[in-house]
């Protein structure tokens, strides 16, 4: 059952698209860790004068960029299983949420 899914959704998408998604992702995702990688101290605290930025900027600390983007990658780590053979299970979540990964970076130049 599984690998007939794999089938109608690649077929439907194509493994050459989803490919692209992929390596786009891969890159955006990369470029996110380099920019939280150069962001220094260990913990990002809410600062009581900027009560309007502070909790949001606190709580997107480079630490948590870099365990989101890990958990974006495994998600792709899967996806692409899926696309070259390997059959998943939820082939056809996966492609939806890498799709609306995708979103994030809707203004991106690639």
């Not at 109608?8 to 860790?33: C, M, N, Q, W, Y």
């Not at 998600?75 to 056809?92: K, M, T």
């Amino acid at each position: 059952m599984t690998s007939e899914l794999a089938s109608r959704v690649i077929a439907a998408s194509g493994p050459h698209p989803v490919d692209d998604l992929t390596t786009f992702l891969r890159k955006r995702i990369t470029e996110d860790k380099a920019i939280a990688a150069e962001c220094t101290g260990p913990d990002w605290q809410i600062d009581p004068g900027d009560e309007d930025n502070a909790e949001h900027i606190a709580r997107h600390d480079p630490a948590r960029i870099h365990r989101e983007a890990d958990a974006k990658l495994a998600v792709l780590d899967e996806l692409d299983l899926a696309v070259h053979g390997q059959p998943r299970p939820f082939v056809d979540a996966l492609l939806f949420v890498v799709r609306q990964m995708g979103t994030v970076y809707d203004k991106h130049p690639d």
